[in-house]
Every structure is written in structure tokens, then in C-alpha cells.
């Protein structure tokens, strides 16, 4: 299959359609029967998905694409970029290493990497686009991830595995020994190969869960890119009995934003009621749970114990939004009616008993513009709603 995407007249039909409409090319006949069309077409809609998220691959000449939802679930640039910087040393064994992006990342800061890959096509389309992206210290084996451990029989100096959810695990738990490879079970038997463990989770993994299924876990890296959670980090090192950091990352286009916190820090809250700005915390520090130390870190007041939205006088740089509070009213009939039914707002609810879509109903209250409304619960337990404008903060 590679031998053939790679002709010239193929790459150059893929990068005259990249930007079409692959439902509409679908429609079209063939003009190359020595490939499945299906094959071609996805080829296009994989490297079209790169463009953003995959721009060294995408940028690349002669790459070859696996089917599109396997680049929809790899890793970003930037989150492998950001995984890299976590390992040192010499060697590291990618149990789980699919399309390839982790690996290449991690063979810039390591001498060497072993990329493991059951599938034996992805295998060899991971080995061929680290040959055309010059990453020659990365070692391609395909076959089950424990059997090669077993087989190589050494050390390496990190161990690094992104377990897939099984699909045969139904309902909305999400317990890592619901996934394949089962680290739980296994990271006893992983410790024999390597004293440091990075494991990537889906963001839906809840921290309680995991940590009462690893051990000797060091650190739980939090990643979002543009305020959305895309993975949890799990940094485990064998013999480790310490504290263990929590690390909330938040990368965007103007700024990124970092705080750290220490699991089992005993922090109390301050609370009051609304004063001259809010503070909304970006999705790590909201997944992190660590509302209360939220407070304390930057000596601002918490409106309600379950609301997770801050207020003070002073302007701070504050990993969130911010915003200014222009009026504070209570929920009630008369008025809503006479300050937002008919309006342009950009509504956001916190510990509150309706739904955005049933507020928008009830109030006609259009979308967009640049007034933005809280509706939340006070210290007190009285639904209000803070009208506020939004402050742009630089980086």
C-alpha cells in the first residue's frame, strides 16, 4: 500500500484535493484503479486533519496517513512537545506507539526509542514517516508490547504507554484496568524494564480513581490546549512515596498558563459576595479539583462552596478569564425582563439549577455580543446573575 500512495501522480492528485470535499470526491470515478479509491480518499481526509494538529507531518513531503480516526486520537504536536520535556536521560520504550507523534518527540531528547505497535500496517507507516522526518534513532517492532519487553530484555531509562479503552467495556465509569494494556496489573512487571512510568489518559479519567489504582505515582500533569482538557499525564517513578504534584497547564494563542498544587494540601477558602471582578479558572485547574487552594494562592474570595467562581477588588493575573462585574441582580421575574429578555448575551452557568438552553428559552436572550452573565449561587444561597464585561489580558 505505501509503495503505491508514494507514486508521484497520487501525491500529487492527494495535494490538488486537500482542501475539497471528500464526500463529493467519493462521487467521482477513479482515475487510479491500481489503489482502492477509499484508500486514496482517506489519505486526504487524514492529512487535511494533520494540517492543525499534526503541521511538521502535514508540512512534510511523501508522509503516509493511517485511517483519519487514528489521527483524530493521537497525540498533538503540542501535547507530545510538552510530554517530551517531562523525560531525561538516554533510552525510552513507547509501549503503545500508534501514528508515531509521541515517539518522534521523544526521539529528540532521548540518544534512542523503541516504538512498539501491534498492528503491523501502522507499524510500518510510522516506520516509513520517521525515515522521511530524519528521526533515525527510533526503533519500529511490531508484535504485543509486554512479549518485546520480555524479548529486549533491558532497562530503559523511561517507559511510556497510552492505554486504549476497551470496546467491549460498557457504561460511563472509566477505570484503567478497563484498558488495553491493563497498567494496574502490569506496573509491577513494568517496573522490571524501567524505574520510570509515563502514562497518558483520556481527560474523563477521574484523579481519585486513577490514583487508587496506581502507586508510587510522582505527578498528574493536566494539558489543555484553548481551555479544553485533552489529556492527563501520569508521572510514576518505582520505590516513590513522596507528595505528589498536581500540574495544570493551560496553552492558548495569547498565553500559557501554569499552576501547581500539592495533593493533600489543607486549605481553607475564603468566601464573600460579589465586589469589582470575577475570575472564572481555566478547565485544568476546574478538572484538578483544587477549588479551595484557588482562594488562598491568590487571596481571592470564593462565592459559594459548589460555584467554583472568584471575586476581588484587585486585578491579578488569574490562569481563567476575567471580567469585570458591571451589576449584580437577583434571579427573579421582573428583573430578567428588564434587563436581558430581548438581549445579545454569552450566558455560563455555575451551581445553578437551570440549563444554559432553558435560560435562553425562558428569557429570549439571543447569543454573542459583549455582555457576559454569570448565573450562579451566592455565599448567602440566593440565585443571582452578574452582568460583566470581559477584560483581554496579554501575555
Not at 34 to 40: K, P, R
Request: proline letters at 4%; a neutral charge.
Amino acid at each position: 500500500m505505501i509503495s503505491d500512495i508514494l507514486k508521484p501522480e497520487i501525491q500529487n492528485f492527494i495535494e490538488a484535493n486537500i482542501r475539497k470535499d471528500i464526500s463529493k470526491l467519493a462521487f467521482q470515478k477513479n482515475p487510479f484503479p491500481e489503489i482502492d479509491f477509499a484508500v486514496l480518499l482517506n489519505q486526504i481526509a487524514a492529512k487535511g486533519k494533520s494540517e492543525q494538529k499534526l503541521p511538521t507531518w502535514f508540512a512534510a513531503k511523501n508522509i503516509v496517513y493511517p485511517p483519519k480516526l487514528s489521527i483524530e486520537q493521537t497525540s498533538s504536536e503540542e501535547t507530545a512537545s510538552y510530554k517530551a520535556a517531562i523525560v531525561s536521560e538516554k533510552s525510552l520504550i513507547d509501549l503503545t506507539g500508534g501514528f508515531g507523534v509521541d515517539s518522534y518527540y521523544f526521539s529528540k531528547k532521548m540518544e534512542s526509542v523503541v516504538h512498539c505497535e501491534m498492528n503491523a500496517e501502522l507499524s510500518d507507516i510510522a516506520s516509513h514517516n520517521f525515515k522521511i522526518l530524519h528521526a533515525s534513532n527510533i526503533e519500529c517492532i511490531t508484535g504485543d508490547s509486554s512479549e518485546i519487553l520480555q524479548k529486549l530484555n533491558r532497562k530503559f531509562d523511561w517507559m511510556y504507554v497510552d492505554p486504549s479503552r476497551r470496546s467491549d467495556v460498557k457504561g460511563k465509569v472509566f477505570l484503567l484496568k478497563d484498558c488495553l494494556p491493563n497498567v494496574p496489573e502490569l506496573q509491577k512487571f513494568y517496573f522490571e524494564y524501567s524505574d520510570n512510568l509515563l502514562i497518558k489518559t483520556a481527560p474523563i479519567l477521574d484523579i481519585a480513581a486513577g490514583l487508587s489504582e496506581l502507586t508510587n505515582v510522582k505527578a498528574i500533569h493536566i494539558i489543555a490546549i484553548e481551555n479544553e482538557v485533552k489529556e492527563l499525564l501520569w508521572e510514576i517513578s518505582k520505590d516513590y512515596t513522596g507528595s505528589i504534584t498536581i500540574i495544570t497547564l493551560n496553552k492558548t494563542k495569547e498565553k500559557t498558563e501554569k499552576l501547581d498544587f500539592v495533593l493533600g494540601e489543607s486549605e481553607n477558602a475564603f468566601y464573600g459576595l460579589p465586589k469589582k471582578y470575577l475570575y472564572e479558572p481555566n478547565s485544568s485547574i476546574m478538572k484538578s479539583g483544587f477549588f479551595e487552594s484557588v482562594s488562598t494562592k491568590f487571596k481571592l474570595d470564593k462565592l459559594h462552596p459548589h460555584s467554583h467562581l472568584y471575586t476581588g477588588n484587585e486585578l491579578v493575573d488569574f490562569p481563567g478569564r476575567t471580567f469585570q462585574i458591571d451589576e449584580v441582580i437577583k434571579y427573579g421575574k421582573t428583573e430578567m425582563k428588564e434587563l436581558l429578555q430581548n438581549k445579545k448575551a454569552n450566558i455560563t452557568i455555575r451551581n445553578f439549577p437551570e440549563t444554559v438552553e432553558n435560560l435562553r428559552k425562558k428569557w429570549k436572550i439571543n447569543d454573542g455580543g459583549n455582555l457576559y452573565c454569570f448565573f450562579t449561587t451566592n455565599m448567602n444561597n440566593d440565585k443571582i446573575v452578574l452582568l460583566c464585561t470581559k477584560i483581554k489580558t496579554e501575555e
